[in-house]
């Protein structure tokens, strides 16, 4: 068996040590991992977009195909004339991003994720599809998904059910909450001081949380598999619990006995 674990959690709750952490767990017990992530499709796509205004390329221009048809194989899309039109239509519409510099921020990438799923462009499954195909081929027992987001997201990382599903019967899915109170992530966002995060007030952090392609965030995680609640100071309590999540759920997956057959 093989597992696709989704993380979903508000921003600045810790997916991202979460998830390290379980690297490690699975390194300290012989098995193997990757990770992917919505957002690595993202950045990704927006990087293609720099390359194209920096070089001042456009959209009808050759090497300005060449991008978009690099933009359709990061997202899983297949390589059509049409699909090449309706993705310039998207990225360059009043509601994309115009010919201007494309920088790689958090506003980008919400907008991204928006447009992209709109029903007008590729629909509300188009990164899940994105994110999902990338996982069922990475050759390891546990691939990590981490930015679930959309109920779209949640719906795709549930056809993973193991024997049930016929055409992945090998791949079993998890989605994983992590979570922690909105001024412990705020207190966090303004003592790691990233780019765009220092001095980080209350209504800025609470206009993040109001963003389309967060909203959804609580409804999924309360329906996850399980539930972290990272309140923590410290790595050690945090690793504790997640060291726990991994031998009641990875490892019954991995190495099920008679009990779970």
């Known amino acids: 068996m093989r597992i696709i674990l989704g993380h979903v959690g508000e921003i600045r709750a810790g997916k991202g040590t979460v998830g390290d952490l379980i690297d490690l767990w699975l390194k300290e017990n012989g098995f193997t991992g990757a990770r992917e992530s919505f957002g690595g499709i993202l950045r990704e796509t927006l990087g293609r977009l720099q390359m194209l205004r920096q070089n001042g390329w456009t959209a009808n221009g050759g090497l300005g195909l060449c991008i978009l048809r690099e933009i359709l194989s990061i997202w899983s899309i297949e390589n059509t004339d049409s699909n090449l039109f309706l993705l310039a239509k998207t990225l360059f519409s009043d509601k994309g991003y115009g010919y201007g510099h494309v920088e790689t921020n958090r506003h980008n990438l919400q907008k991204l994720a928006q447009i992209m799923v709109e029903p007008d462009a590729f629909g ?19 691939i990590q998904l981490d930015g679930v987001r959309w109920l779209e997201d949640e719906e795709t990382i549930r056809t993973f059910t193991g024997y049930r599903n016929e055409e992945h019967p090998d791949i079993f899915g998890i ?30 952090a609470r206009r993040d949380e109001e963003q ?8 999924i995680g309360s329906r996850a598999d399980w539930k972290i609640v990272n309140n923590y100071d410290t790595l050690e309590p945090l690793k504790e619990d997640v060291y726990k999540f991994c031998e009641m759920f990875i490892r019954t997956v991995l190495e099920p006995n008679d009990s779970y057959i």
């Open 124 to 142: 509300p499954y188009a990164l899940a599809h994105a994110v999902a195909q990338r996982a069922i081929k990475r050759p390891v027992q546990v």
């Open 175 to 204: 989605i994983l909450y992590t979570t922690a109170d909105f001024y412990v992530r705020l207190k966090r966002a303004n003592e790691r001081k990233r780019e765009g995060e220092a001095g980080l007030t209350e209504e800025q």
């Open 212 to 219: 389309k392609n967060e909203i959804y965030i609580p409804q």
